[in-house]
């Protein structure tokens, strides 16, 4: 059973910048497809970022393009999320997700799930 651990949220004010980690355990014998989603109350939880199984391929949401950057590091089993000049609308609990493939994963098929960690970007 694959587990996804994310760590690093916290409070940041506007402009400022936030590094998020998430580190996977289980089985090991494959890397998966990643990425970031946030959520906030009341809406259904967005897409952030993806990242393909071997990093190659990166594919971000118009919010966030050219200020948030994903990575992965498959030797040590991690991704994270780099948000930089972040903004208040940036708010809200990021979970770091995983799938079976890139194609169906960017579609929001999603086969994994952190617990999620909270990021509060004041004006």
């Known amino acids: 059973q694959v587990q996804l651990a994310e760590s690093g949220g916290g409070s940041v004010q506007a402009g400022g910048s936030l590094r998020l980690s998430c580190v996977v355990s289980g089985p090991t014998d494959r890397n998966y497809p990643m990425g970031w989603f946030r959520e906030i109350p009341g809406k259904e939880r967005e897409g952030v970022a993806h990242?393909?199984?071997?990093?190659?391929?990166?594919n971000y949401a118009d919010s966030y393009k050219g200020r948030f950057t994903i990575s992965r590091d498959n030797d040590k089993r991690t991704l994270d999320l780099e948000m930089n000049n972040v903004k208040p609308e940036d708010t809200g609990t990021y979970y770091c997700?995983?799938?079976?493939?890139?194609?169906?994963?960017?579609?929001?098929?999603?086969?994994?799930w952190g617990q999620g960690t909270r990021v509060t970007v004041s004006s």
């Open positions: 990242i393909s199984a071997s990093g190659v391929l990166e």
């Open positions: 997700a995983a799938g079976h493939t890139y194609s169906t994963f960017v579609r929001g098929e999603v086969h994994y």
